[in-house]
């Protein structure tokens, strides 16, 4: 937006586009503002607009915008707070002689936005958490012609195909707070199509998306065949070599990600040194959080769509290999990949799947945090393969 549009709406008092603040002392509000533009319930087609140093009055709050309060307001798009990710920027401006922070949230092609779990909405003065009618109706506003795969819906699936005790039992509780929950008052349906994991409208039409059928589908499998994990152990450093342990993970997504925590347990190997004190010291031949982050990164970031391979995980006697069927994504390059701070997601909603069960404590920071921990067990530097459809992170044994 430029200077003129920003004054225009600035100097509007009465718009319900607008929020104003003088400083960043409460930023749950301000994430309750962006998760209202970014939802749009009024249908305005048109971003939303938070001013930070300005007064409600609309005068100015000669608040200095510093790098440090830009960066903050950036991070609240990617801390995990607000799913799923809104569209925004953040620019230092001087509007009306006043040097200010704008914080420009563009209506979301797939709503409703959440603001740890509560579905903000705005309509004219009134900013509130969303009632079910709302949400039904931010549902169904979905541009599905916009649509990442992981919400698009499955032609041949039914609801049938959900696991509805999974969902209401592991997923509803992990994803929405208690108070939003213990209304009741909406139907299944209406809950799996606020969550994306099937479409809006009458239950007979309804179709599950990617997205439902990975996270509480009776058998992912069946409708996405490289919906699975492939872990190979070798007796030796090569492909070649005598197999001593494989197996298929599949399943919905909170069990496929227990049970691969389960076989990296299984399968590290631990060492007990003891010093002069003496002091028992254990030294793993890899640390576990680094291939958690590695893997679940693989999962999150692999393309589902026209490829029936899986995730493959091939332990060798010296390394451990994570082959990725998907290659760098959006501003992620072969250049740039793992640089801190730069991410982009191929599967969005899957990302706030995994957030929600406890899988993501925060977005972007995987390979930085592979990376801190392989330095610390003294591991050698990880590695990585980056071609245009296809990443392999090789881990080696600790030295």
């Not at 533009?37 to 087609?45: E, G, I, M, Y």
């Not at 991070?75 to 002689?97: A, C, E, H």
């Not at 006697?317 to 994504?329: L, T, V």
Request: hydrophobic fraction near 35%; glycine fraction near 6%; include cysteine.
């Amino acid at each position: 937006m430029d200077d003129s549009e920003l004054v225009q709406l600035l100097n509007d008092l009465e718009s319900d586009r607008v929020e104003r603040k003088a400083a960043l002392s409460e930023p749950d509000r301000i994430c309750e503002a962006i998760c209202a533009f970014a939802n749009d319930l009024p249908n305005h087609r048109k971003a939303g607009v938070i001013f930070i140093g300005i007064h409600d009055n609309g005068s100015c709050a000669n608040l200095a915008i510093t790098d440090k309060l830009l960066l903050s307001l950036s991070d609240l798009r990617s801390n995990g707070n607000i799913l799923p990710f809104p569209t925004m920027t953040v620019q230092k401006r001087i509007l009306n002689g006043c040097e200010c922070a704008v914080i420009v949230v563009h209506p979301a092609d797939d709503p409703p936005v959440r603001f740890r779990g509560r579905t903000w909405i705005r309509v004219g003065p009134r900013r509130a958490i969303a009632t079910p009618e709302e949400e039904r109706r931010l549902s169904e506003k979905r541009r599905s012609k916009n649509l990442s795969y992981d919400i698009q819906p499955i032609s041949d699936a039914t609801l049938e195909d959900i696991d509805i005790d999974l969902f209401k039992r592991v997923y509803l509780p992990a994803a929405l707070p208690a108070d939003i929950l213990a209304e009741n008052q909406r139907t299944t349906l209406q809950q799996l199509s606020s969550l994306r994991f099937a479409t809006a409208g009458l239950e007979a039409e309804a179709k599950p998306t990617v997205l439902g059928i990975l996270t509480v589908g009776k058998d992912p499998r069946f409708f996405l065949p490289g919906a699975y994990i492939q872990f190979l152990r070798f007796d030796g450093t090569k492909l070649s070599d005598p197999i001593k342990d494989q197996k298929e993970i599949n399943g919905p997504l909170s069990d496929s990600l227990r049970t691969l925590n389960e076989t990296f347990q299984i399968n590290i190997s631990t060492a007990t040194d003891i010093t002069t004190e003496p002091v028992e010291i254990r030294h793993p031949d890899y640390p576990i959080v680094a291939l958690q982050q590695l893997a679940r990164n693989a999962i999150l970031h692999r393309t589902y769509e026209g490829t029936n391979a899986p995730v493959r995980i091939y332990w060798y006697s010296d390394r451990i290999e994570i082959h990725n069927p998907g290659g760098p994504y959006g501003q992620i390059t072969r250049e740039n990949f793992g640089n801190p701070g730069l991410t982009d997601y191929r599967n969005p909603h899957l990302a706030e799947a995994m957030k929600n069960l406890g899988y993501i404590q925060r977005f972007g920071v995987g390979i930085a945090l592979a990376r801190q921990e392989l330095a610390k067990n003294n591991n050698p530097p990880l590695e990585f393969i980056i071609e245009e459809t296809y990443l392999l992170a090789v881990i080696r044994r600790r030295l």
